[in-house]
T-cell receptor, first 111, second 116 residues
Framework: GESVGLHLPTLSVQEGDNSIINCAYS??????FIWYKQESGKGPQFIID?????DKRQGQRVTVLLNKTVKHLSLQIAATQPGDSAVYFC??????????FGQGTELSVKP | GAVVSQHPSWVICKSGTSVKIECRSL??????MFWYRQFPKQSLMLMAT?????????EQGVEKDKFLINHASLTLSTLTVTSAHPEDSSFYIC????????????FGPGTRLTVL
């Protein structure tokens, strides 16, 4: 069945370092992927998205990479800051327009 | 832009009572709204999809008579948890999408429901 999963449930990085959060998806027909950031007690916040006709997209301090060959998605955060500490979810949109969320990775930034 | 609000942000109720949660898109008209439930340390699970003016579509395993969804306007959807029980305690989150598939979903801040 369709599923989106993350390789690492927790990630701890030093402030200023780059962070890489990974995600695997199983539905090769999916063509839209999104990364969300969720802080404790809050709703998910859109970070960046990518469509299947691209393999890389950059935002402010964030980059999403899509490898359709191995069905892998990653989020790179440059110069990680304490404010980046949160749970990060990848999500895949199915053909019905519904989002399927991965399990989440908790990013902890050490000062 | 693309702000979604929820009310209340938290609610505590007694077992057996009903609770209504509102989801509003503040600066855009949302053709479709979604309701999710999230348990601690877990991911978001879609409960139902709500289109303005039509009946909600519930995911498998979600009781439509227990979780009543109304999407009466393009800016408001409500979720009513009827006859709430402690196991319904959770974080309920809505999202709104402007239009067709592959439009970005914007999420509300969530509502923490605690049933005593």
């Amino acid at each position: 069945g369709e599923s989106v999963g993350l390789h690492l449930p927790t990630l701890s990085v030093q402030e200023g370092d780059n962070s890489i959060i990974n995600c695997a998806y199983s539905n090769s027909a999916s063509d839209y992927f999104i990364w969300y950031k969720q802080e404790s007690g809050k709703g998910p916040q859109f970070i960046i998205d990518i469509r299947s006709n691209m393999d890389k997209r950059q935002g402010q301090r964030v980059t999403v990479l899509l490898n359709k060959t191995v069905k892998h998605l990653s989020l790179q955060i440059a110069a990680t800051q304490p404010g980046d500490s949160a749970v990060y979810f990848c999500a895949e949109e199915d053909k019905g327009g519904k989002l399927i969320f991965g399990q989440g990775t908790e990013l902890s930034v050490k000062p | 832009g693309a702000v979604v609000s929820q009310h209340p942000s938290w609610v505590i109720c007694k077992s057996g009572t009903s609770v209504k949660i509102e989801c509003r898109s503040l600066d855009f008209q949302a053709t479709t709204m979604f309701w999710y439930r999230q348990f601690p340390k877990q991911s978001l699970m879609l409960m139902a999809t709500s289109n303005e003016g039509s009946k909600a579509t519930y995911e498998q395993g979600v009781e439509k008579d227990k979780f009543l969804i109304n999407h009466a306007s393009l800016t408001l959807s409500t979720l009513t948890v009827t006859s709430a029980h402690p196991e319904d305690s959770s974080f309920y989150i809505c999202s709104a999408r402007l239009g067709a598939f592959t439009d970005t979903q914007y999420f509300g801040p969530g509502t923490r429901l605690t049933v005593l």
